[in-house]
């Protein structure tokens, strides 16, 4: 779950950031399973979304906005998760498709590192699911949402302990099979000039690589990473127990068990692609959100 709370300027599209966080709350625990959200995963998210309304109004946010992605619109019971929700904010759930949500993360991901030229991909690791956006100079080409989530990943590939050679290859054996055969030609095929990560594998991994002590937006934004320093965290990544991880700068506790599948998905991205390194976006989809704001558009 992502907070975002921005003073936008006037007459432009700009804006000031006051509050911005996120907290790992596993929405989609089980999901894949079960084909529900679980009580116990709706009354986390539940809690730090109200929380996060809360706080927007505290600090003087004259207009919110919920958006739900991946586990809220493939769920049984998304609907009655997003009418509780509804009622115990007061404010209206948007919940989005896969596409929509791949204009959105382009439009964030613009928003913070500019216009892209040629042929670009970025790719977003989520809890239930990874989304593909091809674009070409700057304009949105396709987009897939892959049920291809760190959440499911970790309860398939449960890594509580250190994670050795042969069950690493296998975690990423089974997503480089899912994206051989589900992800559509035209983005399996592309050579793109720039690859792009973000959320919050991508962006903690190159906090790791920056060695930062706490996490620091600016110095995640546009840092390049490449084939050969995700190799080293995932190694170092790896040879540590559950615990080790959470104690790590810069790595959520709630992440600990997700970060190891993530890391598969970005080395299996960079096999297909054919890429020996990506750029870093901080920005997202909640950052598209608001330029949509910004423009009057939402």
Do not use: K
Not at 77 to 105: C, K, M, W, Y
Not at 176 to 201: F, H, K, N
């Amino acid at each position: 779950m992502r907070l975002l709370v921005a003073d936008i300027a006037p007459d432009t599209p700009r804006w000031h950031v006051v509050v911005a966080e996120q907290r790992v709350t596993r929405l989609g625990e089980g999901f894949r399973s079960t084909g529900v959200l679980g009580d116990a995963a709706v009354a986390r998210t539940a809690a730090t979304v109200t929380d996060y309304v809360s706080r927007a109004r505290t600090v003087g946010a004259a207009r919110i906005v919920i958006v739900a992605t991946s586990a809220v619109r493939d769920a049984l019971n998304g609907s009655a998760f997003v009418q509780a929700l509804e009622r115990a904010t007061g404010v209206g759930v948007r919940v989005i498709s896969g596409e929509e949500e791949a204009r959105l993360t382009l439009a964030g991901i613009m928003a913070g590192l500019g216009p892209l030229a040629d042929v670009a991909v970025a790719f977003d690791i989520g809890g239930g699911s990874t989304e593909y956006i091809l674009a070409r100079d700057g304009a949105l080409v396709t987009a897939v949402s892959l049920r291809l989530g760190v959440v499911a990943l970790a309860e398939r590939f449960p890594s509580a302990g250190a994670v050795d050679a042969p069950r690493y290859a296998a975690l990423c054996q089974a997503v480089r099979d899912q994206l051989t055969r589900e992800l559509p030609p035209d983005i399996a095929s592309a050579r793109p000039r720039t690859l792009i990560g973000t959320a919050g594998t991508v962006t903690t991994l190159a906090a790791l690589d920056l060695g930062l002590a706490d996490y620091d937006p600016e110095r995640v934004q546009g840092h390049t990473l490449t084939r050969a320093a995700i190799g080293a965290q995932r190694r170092r990544l790896s040879s540590l127990d559950l615990a080790a991880r959470a104690a790590l700068p810069c790595l959520e506790p709630g992440r600990a068990d997700l970060i190891v599948p993530g890391v598969a998905i970005v080395e299996a991205t960079l096999d297909l692609l054919q890429s020996d390194r990506l750029v870093v976006s901080d920005w997202s989809l909640r950052e598209g959100i608001l330029a949509d704001i910004a423009r009057g558009q939402v």
